[in-house]
């Protein structure tokens, strides 16, 4: 599938972000800290009848900010994503969001619902709504200084841990230890130094996303059962009066099983007026 690869000017650095199909709505899909490339092979399984977006969140791969010390928060990546659907003018658009970059649909549905239609937050981090959300709290500074502090791979260890994600601690030591690609190291250092904890510390205001004129679904990995983010999604849910639906795979879905995930998400929008 062709792609228009493009770049949008924002007063605090520039975007990079990409265009497929054209031929139907706009549905955005966006991660955080996961770039552009991470959902292409979905994007291209739905650009056969949609317009798509994909975007590197700020800061992180081809997306440059003018201060790399500024944090990575929702409301921030929410208006990101509310300048490129507005400068597109191809909505209202349905945004579907994972793991960040469900926060950051989600702070997007508060601030800005009147360009969407519909958001699928797939899998948020919101750790602030959990009844542990002290010790989570506490669980992610540690990691975060330790990573900061030089023990990378013993970060990741406790992140993986505290996700309740079973990696074998050897898989782990392979990914994160020895020479690495520069660019995904600086990428994850930002993740660690200045998205990870504005992402999993925010709450969600329930009540304005019950009442937002855009649809909001829960989704969550049929293979993620007992991990945090299915328990946070399950969690927002509840807080919403819906329920959740259930995609294919796991936190990844979308990039192990693009084409299933696909279908399962047509069969969403299709529930929602004129998201179909």
Known sequence: MLRDTRVLEVPDGRLHYEVRGGAGSLVVLVGAPMDADAFGPLADVLAADRTVLTTDPRGIHRSEIHDPEQDSTPELRADDLFRLITHLDAGPAVVVGSSG???SALALAQR????????????????????DRDELRAGTERLVADYLGGDVVGAWKRFFAQAGIGIPEPVVEQMFGGERDARQVADERRWFAHEMRPSTFWAPDAAALRSAP????VGIGEDSAGQLC????????RDLGTEPVIFPGDHTGFVDAPQAFAERLRAVLGAVPGAG
């Open 101 to 103: 970059g469900a926060v």
């Open 112 to 131: 800005h619902p009147e360009v969407l239609r519909a958001v699928v937050a797939h899998e948020p981090p919101l750790s602030e709504l959990l009844d």
């Open 214 to 217: 855009c649809r909001v679904v």
């Open 230 to 237: 299915d328990r946070a999604a399950r969690a927002l849910a």
